[in-house]
C-alpha cells in the first residue's frame, strides 16, 4: 500500500533554513500531484506548497520566496527547502500525495489521499 514517510524537522532559530524530505513507496509519485500542508494546535490543517504532475508548483503567500518545493523521481522523495524561517512558521508539517478530488489551491485536507506521519518545524525567536 502507499506510503509517505517524512523526515528533516527540528528546532532552528528565526532566519534559518530546514530541508524536509517525503520518500514514498507503493504508487507512482512521479506522476501524482504532491504537497506539503502544516498543522498548529487548534489551527486547520493547511496547504503550504504543491507540485504538480507536470511539476508546476504553487505556494502559500505567506511562503512564496522563502520555501520551494521540488521532486526527484529516482529517488521517489519530495522536499521542502524552507530558508529565512520565522516562528510563525512553526507547525507539524505533513506531506500529501494523490489528488482526489478538485479544488483551487489551497486546498483542503480531504483533496488528497496519502499522508505521511509528519515532522515537527519549531523555529525561535
Known amino acids: 500500500q502507499a506510503q509517505l514517510v517524512e523526515s528533516g524537522g527540528g528546532s532552528v532559530q528565526a532566519g534559518g533554513s530546514l530541508r524536509l524530505s517525503c520518500t514514498s513507496s507503493?504508487?507512482?509519485?512521479?506522476?501524482?500531484?504532491m504537497a506539503w500542508f502544516r498543522q498548529v494546535p487548534g489551527k486547520e490543517r493547511e496547504e503550504v506548497a504543491e507540485?504538480?504532475?507536470?511539476?508546476?508548483?504553487i505556494y502559500l503567500d505567506s511562503v512564496k520566496g522563502r520555501f520551494a518545493i521540488s521532486r526527484d523521481n529516482t529517488k521517489n522523495t519530495l522536499y521542502l527547502q524552507m530558508n529565512s524561517l520565522k516562528p510563525d512558521d512553526t507547525a507539524m508539517y505533513y506531506c500529501?500525495?494523490?489528488?482526489?478530488?478538485?479544488?483551487?489551491?489551497?486546498?483542503?485536507?480531504?483533496?488528497?489521499?496519502?499522508w505521511g506521519q509528519g515532522t515537527q518545524v519549531t523555529v525561535s525567536s
Open positions: 507503493g504508487f507512482a509519485s512521479s506522476k501524482n500531484y
Open positions: 500529501a500525495a494523490r489528488l482526489v478530488r478538485g479544488s483551487a489551491f489551497p486546498r483542503s485536507p480531504d483533496a488528497f489521499g496519502f
Open positions: 507540485i504538480g504532475s507536470y511539476d508546476q508548483t
